[in-house]
């Protein structure tokens, strides 16, 4: 088991991701809407090559427009079959992500095949590739500070997703727990609703290149789940699920080098992640507040009548 710098920056970037998912993540929690981040997630597929396919770049800027749009769409749609199709919301975001991220599947194969567009980048990630393209930020005589690129564009997502939130904490909360009271307070839920689904497509696109969709799922809905059975206060809830999303990038980068111990092939660094938050999800599960072994011992503890 060796830990180089590569390690480092792969916790880095890694870490990084697990903020900016948990962030918007804590509110889809709250809105009882957390596959709403998988829908997205899978249904921004088509918006990244449509948006390819329009610009012919794959600069940052097209990627994020492209998912942003796609995000929102997959929203809508998903709305406006639950209203006027009179079906189930779980049933209609089936419908709508698994529709959308076919034809995003037959749009690259087909019409991006010729780029590096890769679905298989989109669906795993390249964790462990980032510490190749590095971006110095600080260079003397003496010392060059340099740190992945993706470092770069998933913090900038952090910073993005911190600043929404902070701006429109109030309106988040309250559209949240109770949209009918934020509509006759003036804070227009429909609108917050639409702002989170862009804050998720735009942390989801983020995070492709670095750790792929699949690992964005359980980034969005862990973290924030395993923070919501430690505490009930949003401004901790907040605040436990960023903790919990850094460990679950350190913990699962240490993990992956595990089976080297033993001989075995290492694992990739963010399917590691994931397991690791939800080893972190099992010990809230087990042993926090309302756990299961603290209301097995209330139970035994209580007299029979």
Request: proline letters at 5%; hydrophobic letters at 55%; charged letters at 10%.
């Amino acid at each position: 088991m060796t830990w180089t710098a590569n390690d480092f920056h792969i916790i880095l970037v890694g870490g990084l991701c697990a903020m900016a998912c948990a962030l918007p993540g804590t509110f889809l929690l709250l809105r009882r809407m957390s596959m709403m981040g998988d829908a997205i997630s899978h249904a921004v597929l088509p918006g990244l090559a449509i948006a390819f396919l329009i610009s012919g770049s794959r600069a940052n800027i097209w990627m994020f427009l492209g998912a942003a749009i796609a995000g929102v769409l997959t929203a809508l749609f998903t709305q406006w079959i639950t209203r006027f199709g009179k079906v189930e919301r779980g049933a209609a975001m089936g419908i709508v992500f698994t529709t959308l991220f076919a034809i995003g599947l037959v749009l690259i194969r087909k019409a991006a095949d010729h780029v590096d567009l890769d679905a298989g980048c989109v669906l795993y990630g390249a964790l462990e590739l980032t510490p190749l393209n590095l971006v110095t930020l600080f260079e003397n005589e003496t010392y060059i500070f340099k740190v992945p690129r993706a470092a770069l564009v998933i913090g900038a997502t952090l910073l993005f997703n911190i600043t929404v939130i902070a701006l429109f904490f109030k309106e988040f909360t309250m559209s949240s727990f109770d949209p009918g009271l934020a509509e006759t307070q003036g804070f227009r839920p429909r609108l917050m609703h639409y702002l989170l689904m862009t804050m998720v497509a735009v942390t989801t696109v983020a995070a492709f290149e670095a750790v792929g969709s699949i690992i964005v799922i359980a980034m969005l809905i862990v973290p924030p789940a395993t923070a919501y059975l430690l505490t009930r206060r949003l401004p901790v809830l907040i605040a436990v699920s960023l903790i919990v999303a850094v460990l679950s990038a350190v913990l699962g980068q240490v993990a992956s080098h595990l089976p080297a111990l033993v001989g075995l092939p290492e694992t990739t660094s963010s399917g590691m992640i994931a397991t690791a938050s939800g080893f972190l999800f099992l010990l809230a599960w087990l042993f926090g507040p309302e756990g299961l072994l603290k209301r097995r011992s209330i139970e035994l503890e209580t007299p029979q009548p």
